[in-house]
């Protein structure tokens, strides 16, 4: 039994064939996902999508590739979305370094206001962190009282510790599969157990054996044995405690 930590499943790429990925991901031992959002105009689609399904899980937030969407306002409306609608999380938010043209101002002020919106209501934050870990460890220290995952982590062994520290979760998916990833092997090998997730980010990086596809929440048992090998442990066992963490972080129902 698996638990896809992020998912985004309400992404165009899934319109057609949706209901099928969902079926072959239950088939694979995928039993819950967890699925962020990026920016308002899909909460509606994303609430829709995890009422249909009781192993759909959303998270509410306003990732930072999306900056040009968001608008001030937006933080109201998440603020009132959250008071009201089913949440496990408030994701995805967060800082990116990486991608040219996206105002680094702008984009604290977007990610610290949804850390205090996490914090208000005691939710899990679900935090992207591209060329910016350092920048989001400081965040998470500057507002405290946070709990959450980074996903997809990609940064140092201190900066790994750093967050185990702050009690932050790392999310690891697809990339730990690939041979040149061996300062991630190394993290995952020796990173404390409690704070490891498993994820897809589905449709997006795909593992090593699937490059260049669209990545699927069903291939998340890729993942997890890879993880497993990688630590010295069965797959199994690896999943299993991997699937508390995430119902522990996000106070999933637990099932059967």
Sequence with gaps: MLIDSHCHLDAPEFDHDRDAVITRARAAGVVAQVIPAVAASGWSKLGALC???EGLHPA???????LAEHRDEHLVALRDLIA??????VGECGLDFHVPGLDETRQRFFFEAQLKIAREFDLPVIVHARKAVDAVISALRSIGGLRGVVHSFSGSEQQAEQLWKLGFCLGIGGPVTYDRAQRLRRIVAAMPIE??????????QPDATHRGERNEPGRLAIVCNCVAELRGVMPGALAAVTSENAKRLFALPHRD
Excluded: I, K, N, Q
């Excluded at 009201?84 to 999380?89: I, N």
């Excluded at 704070?195 to 997006?204: G, W």
């Design 51 to 53: 009422t249909s399904d």
């Design 60 to 66: 509410y937030g306003l990732h930072p590739m999306f």
């Design 84 to 89: 009201v609608e089913r949440a496990v999380a």
């Design 195 to 204: 704070f490891l997730l498993l994820e897809t980010d589905a449709p997006d």
